[in-house]
């Protein structure tokens, strides 16, 4: 089978969530600019579907939205990172787009102005989530 005409969805949602990553944790991670070049040069991760992305993003927002607080130092308003991600859905693709823009807006629907999480609580569950796709890449 000719994989070439096909979509990666994997690489270019790690592409995205990179910029994303970056944007909550206030600084670029290597590893992950690292795992997105390779997805796309070596065309892993052709098994990772839409769906199975939305599935683990959905975890992800579930880990980062039951943290909501304000007790924490450093917290980032849950209503603008959500806005950012839905922004970056947009950027996916039909395909993709069709599966995260309404799982984050659902979220949004949910949270308040002035709704904030931990910054390291994001970035870990952001985090998390690539791990969890880099090991269902791997077993294809």
Known sequence: MDTSCLINHYSKFLREIYFFH???????????????????????????????????LEVCLDEIFSDRTTESEETLNLNTMLND?????????????????????????????????SKKGAKQAIENMI??????????
């Open 85 to 117: 991600l839905n922004q970056m859905a947009r950027h996916l693709g039909d395909d993709l787009s069709m599966k995260i823009v309404p799982l984050v807006s659902m979220y949004l629907e949910e949270t308040k102005e002035s709704d904030t999480v």
């Open 22 to 56: 970056g944007e909550v944790s206030g600084s670029f991670n290597r590893e992950i600019k690292e795992l997105y070049t390779a997805v796309e040069n070596q065309n892993h991760g052709m098994n990772i579907t839409p769906s199975k992305i939305k599935s683990h």
């Open 131 to 140: 791990n969890r796709l880099k090991k269902c890449a791997k077993s294809s």
